[in-house]
């Protein structure tokens, strides 16, 4: 009698306790702070540009920061909310410390946790300067809009929110980005860019069973190495010869996230978002930070295969099926040598997109094309046209197979079968359309 | 930037990403190559780099300083176009006209490099758009310049 005393005791205070942690609201360094007086727009402004808000925080033809994009979930489509100033509709009753749990712990300010879909593991990394500069951006150089938050498409019981805080426990890191001695100051800039406001993990590190990044920052080597989402994939950013960034110096980085192109290649796909909206607009500094941090991350040779070396084309060679699609649906861009044409028409000969493991960004670039790259108020004059209703599913398997194994491209064959499943997925008139672009 | 287009030097100022087909019509007035599609899909465009056919509408020009560009007005000054030219005639090819210079590059750039096609190879390399519908003819004309 004792003993089951004691146990519904226990069972009680563990309870009562679990019940406190998944609904508490947490503390933060700015409780009780008063709102502060209005900042210079640039500052707050610049820290948006590195967290890219408005990539998820705004639809296509929406206004600004109201939120409302549908973001796709194995549960069911939530979408994003109204982040302006707006009192009724969005969060213009927040307080700094409100404002300040939703970003870095993914706690709103009655208590209920943000799915991880806001990634508020990365930008847990973030320093208190730069949260009270996005608050002071938030709330007073965002036009307030009234627009309602739309509620998620996920049923009962699985839209209970509180388990969330046990995710939160078992995969996010508490704490703002410490520098690192082994780094110098662009390098620790670089990190902090990388693992905090640019989350660049949310992309291209793999997540693992219950949907989190695997690794938050280098000290694993599975962190940036490359992940599938929503139909593209997110190349290795680490030094990776063939798959990753190994054959780029920290220049060509540089020069790819501030002019969206070098002679390896041209933003695409998620990425081309990220470009538009997001890093372009990055200080000289930032951008050589960030392109220090990434060229440390050491590449894995087991994953990565033989290193990739130009081959030219036998001209004897019999001509296959791919290659006729080739000579006529895509040399007459990217050359018949698949070298492009300077850092205008991305070569195709050594690029990390297709000698990736997953040919999915070859794919879906074929059927859909490339989406409107951006440059400093300038589109660009060079785009790649979608060939989905000009090609069959087995012409795409075959030209893609010939590209991911010609000019020293070694990647595995494309089936029919991949082609299909990614045209159902990415065709806007079927009912059950992927996420075209993860946001 | 330093174009050599039909034997002759150009100096043009302008943009490295201007497609070529901009510079020919609008800067240097040859406008005898055509805008068709703007998307390398028709080859109306299409102009000799090198004797290769390439669609001037999306080479940007950075990409082909120092090469040797061939267009449709010096086309009867090479020995493959000057047959090519009179098989045309004799075959009454045109209709409308308006994609013919473009065949007309293709056809050259084909016998260059293969100077006796099979029928595979016109197929192959006739890939051009015609919404004349002169398929027909222009192989015809392709056969006749083919034999010497």
Redesign the interface.
């Known amino acids: 009698m004792k003993r089951l005393g004691l146990f519904v005791a226990v069972v009680a205070v563990v309870g009562a306790g679990s019940a406190w942690f998944a609904i508490y609201v947490p503390r933060s360094p700015f409780d009780g702070e008063a709102r502060p007086a209005p900042g210079p727009l640039e500052r707050g402004e610049y820290v948006a540009r590195l967290s890219d808000c408005v990539a998820c925080h705004t639809t296509e033809r929406g206004k600004p920061f109201a939120g409302g994009l549908a973001m796709g979930t194995p549960l069911g489509a939530i979408y994003t909310t109204n982040i302006t100033p707006d009192k009724q509709t969005g969060i213009g009753n927040y307080t700094l410390a409100d404002f300040d749990n939703a970003v870095r712990r993914g706690v709103r300010a009655d208590g209920a946790r943000l799915y991880p879909a806001m990634p508020h593991p990365s930008y847990a990394k973030m320093s208190d300067d730069d949260i009270r500069a996005l608050y002071d951006y938030v709330m007073n150089h965002v036009q307030p809009v009234s627009q309602p938050n739309r509620p998620a498409d996920i049923a009962w019981p699985l839209n209970m929110r509180w388990p969330l805080a046990f995710w939160n426990a078992a995969f996010t890191e508490p704490g703002t980005y410490q520098a690192k001695m082994a780094g110098d100051d662009l390098w620790n800039r670089g990190a902090y860019l990388v693992q905090g406001p640019g989350h660049c993990g949310s992309c291209h590190t793999p997540r693992g069973l219950a949907i989190q990044e695997v690794a938050l920052d280098e000290r694993d080597p599975r962190y940036l190495s490359g992940a599938l989402l929503d139909g593209w994939y997110a190349p290795s950013l680490r030094n990776d010869h063939n798959t990753g960034l190994g054959r780029w110096t920290e220049d060509d980085i540089v020069t790819y996230l501030k002019d969206g192109r070098n002679q390896h290649g041209v933003v695409f796909g998620s990425m081309m978002e990220a470009f538009n909206n997001s890093t372009q607009y990055m200080s000289d500094t930032d951008l050589k930070g960030i392109a220090r941090y990434l060229k440390s991350l050491p590449g894995d040779r087991t994953r990565d295969g033989e290193p990739w070396q130009y081959q030219p084309v036998a001209a004897a060679a019999p001509r296959s099926a791919g290659q006729a699609i080739y000579a006529s649906q895509c040399a007459t861009c990217h050359g018949a040598d698949g070298r492009g044409r300077a850092e205008w028409i991305a070569p195709l000969a050594g690029a990390s997109s297709l000698l990736a493991p997953d040919p999915a960004s070859a794919i879906n670039i074929t059927l859909n094309g490339a989406g409107r790259v951006v440059a400093d108020g300038v589109t660009d004059a060079y785009r790649m046209p979608s060939l989905r209703s000009k090609l069959s599913d087995q012409q795409i398997a075959e030209v893609l197979t010939y590209v991911r194994a010609t000019w020293g491209n070694h990647a595995a064959p494309v089936t029919e079968q991949a082609v299909k499943a990614l045209r159902a997925h990415t065709d806007p008139a079927s009912p059950d359309p992927i996420i075209l672009q993860m946001r | 930037m330093q174009l050599t287009i039909n034997g002759q030097s150009h100096q043009v100022e302008i943009e490295?990403?201007?497609?070529l087909l901009w510079v020919l019509r609008d800067t240097l007035g040859l406008t005898g190559t055509k805008y068709g599609c703007g998307?390398?899909?028709c080859g109306a465009c299409t102009v000799l780099i090198d004797g290769?056919a390439?669609?001037a509408c999306?080479?940007?020009i950075?990409?082909v300083a120092g090469t040797e560009i061939v267009t449709i007005e010096a086309i009867t000054g090479d020995a493959e176009g000057r047959r090519v030219v009179e098989a045309w005639v004799d075959h009454q090819v045109p209709q409308c006209g308006y994609c013919q210079s473009g065949q007309v590059m293709a056809a050259t750039a084909l016998l260059k490099q293969t100077p006796q096609p099979t029928e595979e190879d016109i197929a192959?390399a006739m890939?051009n758009l015609c919404r004349c519908g002169t398929y027909n003819a222009i192989a015809s004309a392709v056969r006749q310049a083919a034999k010497v």
């Open positions: 490295p990403d201007t497609p998307l390398a899909q290769q390439t669609r999306v080479t940007p950075e990409s192959a890939i």
